[in-house]
């Protein structure tokens, strides 16, 4: 009987030692149920944020890629009207004649002012005496003419053939006579401004070291 009791008592023993097992393990898997519930919100609240920030980064695409649109319309916006992009820049030419012209020039003939001492912009073309308005804008035209004794020339300043201004020169005996002009006028770009003779001349317009007749204009704003 004692016998009997004995491995009863051992196999009591042996179940509660199994059971405190048990309940450990079921605190270690409670505890694991509890972290995995907490991790499986965290991982929902991460998805949730993944969401709106893809969600804001497709947004972001679109405007980058319509801004990208805008862009490349200004350019070639750009491209097609350069003119509106050098409109401040800086415009001014001073030229005047070598020499002396030929005697009695006739009605319309252009002066050619061939020695070019500034041209910013590029607009005088000393080969034929016209300045091409680079950008549109209000300019300053202002030119000279000297003659010799007993000559005489009338001169007018020319916008696309629309006279601006003119100016007359006669000399007198024994002595030059030197003229000029001054204009204020808008212009646009393409704009053609040259000096001709009003009517036809007498004798020849001068340019030497005592006087040169010349051609200036410049570019107020």
Known sequence: MEDRLW???EKLNQYIQENGHLKTMERKLNKYMEEHGRLLQQNQ????RV????KKNGELTIKISSLEEKVKEIQQSNDKFPATVA????VAFY???STNTPANLRQHHTLIYDVVKINKGQGYHQDDGIFTVPSSGVYVFTWTVAVK???????ELVING????????HGESRDWDHSSGNVVVETHTADHVYIRMQENGMDVVVSNERGRSSFSGWKLF
């Open 7 to 9: 491995k009863l008592e």
């Open 45 to 48: 609240k991460l998805q949730r």
């Open 51 to 54: 969401s709106k920030t893809e």
């Open 87 to 90: 409109s401040t820049e800086q």
């Open 95 to 97: 030229a005047y004649m």
């Open 149 to 155: 004794s007993y000559g005489w020339a009338s001169t």
């Open 162 to 169: 629309v006279v601006f201004g003119a100016t007359y020169a």
